[in-house]
């Protein structure tokens, strides 16, 4: 099983709601990634955790709330976003060594209104 | 992270060789070269990488220059399916326990025609 699976694949959320993105993967990758990608962009990292820990925050608005409750689940939790937090939203996985390839969802795509 | 230039976009015919290049001028020594594809509405596909030497595999042969400063991946046979935006990413080791963090920069928009 090589699957990055991502839910919902699309979601649309008032900028006051609370919601959540998961991700889950079953190839005994201990290290997760969250990215953002905007139309016509390529995906910009925003969070990596290893060995269920966050180890990179790359300065994202504390608006998005990752989390990893074990190491086949990640999450993203999501509260007072703004429309231009429109998005496809990435998830990926890799093992802990050098040189070896992440494996990526499909993505969810967030629309905020 | 080492810097990457490509071309914003490339045509190739259905059939032909697919030949895209990549400058990474900056490049360490003990970074990778890795090429990542994403169609459209879709995640990114992992598709080669390497570090000095040439790599093939069933999708992909990644070429190398001597100095390192530039590579190319080659599609011998690109199909319709291939048309996407094609990723080079130079990648650096990761730091203990932080995971690798995978830069993408603006790609290559590949389309294959008939």
């Known amino acids: 099983d090589t699957e990055v699976t991502q839910t919902p694949k699309h979601l649309v959320m008032g900028m006051t709601n609370k919601k959540s993105l998961k991700c889950e993967q079953h190839?005994?990758?201990?290290?997760m990634y969250w990215y953002k990608q905007k139309a016509k962009k390529p995906p910009e990292l925003m969070f990596v955790?290893?060995?269920?820990?966050?180890?990179i925050n790359e300065s994202v608005p504390s608006r998005f709330s990752p989390e990893c409750p074990n190491s086949s689940l990640l999450n993203l939790h999501l509260h007072a976003l703004q429309p231009e937090d429109s998005a496809l939203y990435l998830c990926?996985?890799?093992?802990?060594?050098?040189?070896?390839?992440?494996?990526f969802g499909q993505g969810t795509r967030l629309t905020v209104v | 992270d080492a810097k990457t230039t490509q071309p914003p976009s490339m045509d190739c015919a259905e059939g032909r060789a697919a030949n895209l290049p990549c400058n990474h001028s900056t490049i360490s020594g003990n970074e990778y070269v890795y090429w990542y594809r994403q169609i459209h509405s879709q995640g990114p596909q992992y598709i080669i990488h390497g570090l000095k030497n040439n790599e093939t595999n069933e999708m992909a042969s990644l070429i190398i220059t001597e100095d390192r400063k530039s590579s190319t991946l080659i599609l011998p046979h690109a199909t319709l399916r291939d048309t996407a935006v094609y990723y080079c990413i130079v990648r650096a080791p990761m730091l203990y326990n932080q995971g690798g963090k995978l830069i993408f920069g603006q790609g290559t928009e590949l389309s294959v025609k008939p």
């Open positions: 955790y290893s060995y269920e820990k966050l180890s």
């Open positions: 990926a996985s890799s093992q802990l060594q050098d040189y070896t390839e992440a494996f």
């Open positions: 190839m005994g990758h201990r290290a």
